[in-house]
């Protein structure tokens, strides 16, 4: 039974990262089932909310739209900001140290799925000022 709490998990089994602009619950890492070479999670975006411009260095990220509509902003080649309207089953590819945003413009919550390679830059957001952490199942 233990390998099987492992595989499979949700989001209100592991403690989340909450924020001003919302929360993260990692549900594939090294620290919750041992995962090496990525990690990810749910991220829940209140409406009107969002995560500022930010980069991952030396990490891709993939974002999958589970719900929910907003804009997101990732720097293009050239050091310009591409912005795209994204909703449910867009899928969000951000390169390898590329600065992004995320916003929710919808009237209802707006969630996404993320996944970080290598797994580690999101341990990064422990250290932003409004950083808590909340308990699992809250």
């Known amino acids: ?7 499979f998990v949700y989001p209100e089994d592991v403690s989340a990262f909450g924020f001003d602009w919302g929360r993260m619950a990692l549900t594939v890492a090294p620290e919750v089932n041992g995962a090496e070479r990525f990690s990810g999670g749910v991220v829940d975006l209140p ?5 500022t ?9 993939i974002i999958f739209v589970i719900s929910g509509n ?6 293009g080649e050239r050091g ?3 912005v795209a309207k994204v909703g449910p089953g867009c899928t969000i590819y951000v390169p390898e140290s590329r600065f992004h945003s995320t916003l929710n413009t919808g009237d209802l919550p707006m969630q ?8 580690g830059p999101e341990l990064a957001l422990r250290e932003l ?3 808590k952490l909340l308990p699992a199942g809250k």
């Open 1 to 7: 039974m233990a390998d099987r709490e492992k595989v």
């Open 47 to 51: 409406p009107g909310k969002g995560h």
């Open 53 to 61: 411009r930010h980069n991952h260095p030396g990490a891709e990220e």
């Open 70 to 75: 907003g804009e997101q902003m990732v720097e």
């Open 80 to 82: 310009n900001p591409v």
């Open 112 to 119: 996404l799925f993320v996944v970080y390679s290598p797994a």
């Open 129 to 131: 000022p409004d950083f």
